[in-house]
């Protein structure tokens, strides 16, 4: 029988270095599927749709909302996010462990449906070393900066609802503390029933 995947949640606030530490993690782990989020905001220099997000017009966001396709959306930034239901769903049953990259509200939702999820909260040591990263991108004017550092403040306090805590303040570090959570979870004698009964037969 084969085992079902393992739905792994990583949240963070803006700045804290999630999606460099996560390219690292799936291209030194097998058998990870990063699962990519519907957005309204237009593409980043760079970004291509299909690959790091799904870019849609608010008119087609609704329309998947009316249909049921999101296990959570949210707007944040003056923009829509959604993670689509279907591929989610696909690959756990397929037996393939998910990442998912979002915010805390969604999270916390998508936790109370995948009751086994693992939530992973990474953070750099301070809020002081945050807004120091908000300032080296050179892309955030003193309004964005200070909305994300408010929007920061409440992701800090739902902290509380993770499972771990990864600090980034050295990226190598963090990443072999996001590869040792995976394999321990993937060690976990409850989800390896299969290995179970092949050691104590079932009379």
């Known amino acids: 029988m084969q ?32 699962s990519i989020s519907v957005t309204t905001r237009e593409p980043r220099d ?27 959306h949210v707007s944040k930034y003056k923009n829509r996010y959604g993670t689509p239901r279907t591929g989610v769903e696909e690959l756990l049953d397929a037996g393939r462990d998910v990442i998912l990259e979002i915010e805390t509200k969604g999270a916390i939702r998508i936790k109370s449906i ?6 992973v909260f990474i953070t750099p040591y301070s809020s002081d070393e945050l807004e120091t990263r908000l300032d080296s991108r050179g892309s955030e004017n003193s309004n964005s900066k200070e909305l994300r550092l408010k929007i920061a403040k409440d992701e800090y306090k739902k902290m509380k609802h993770y499972d771990f805590i990864a600090l980034n303040d050295d990226i190598n570090v963090c990443v072999e503390t996001i590869k040792a959570i995976i394999i321990a979870e993937r060690s976990r004698l409850t989800r390896n029933t299969n290995a179970i009964e092949r050691y104590i037969p079932s009379k």
């Open 114 to 119: 995948f009751r086994d999820a693992v939530l």
């Open 46 to 72: 760079g970004e291509i749709d299909g690959v790091h997000y799904h870019f849609r017009k608010n008119e087609e966001f609704d329309e998947m909302v009316k249909n049921n396709e999101f296990l959570e």
């Open 3 to 34: 085992r079902k995947g393992i739905l792994f949640i990583v949240s963070g606030p803006s700045g804290a270095g999630k999606g460099t530490v996560l390219n690292q993690v799936m291209r030194d782990l097998s058998g990870l599927s990063l």
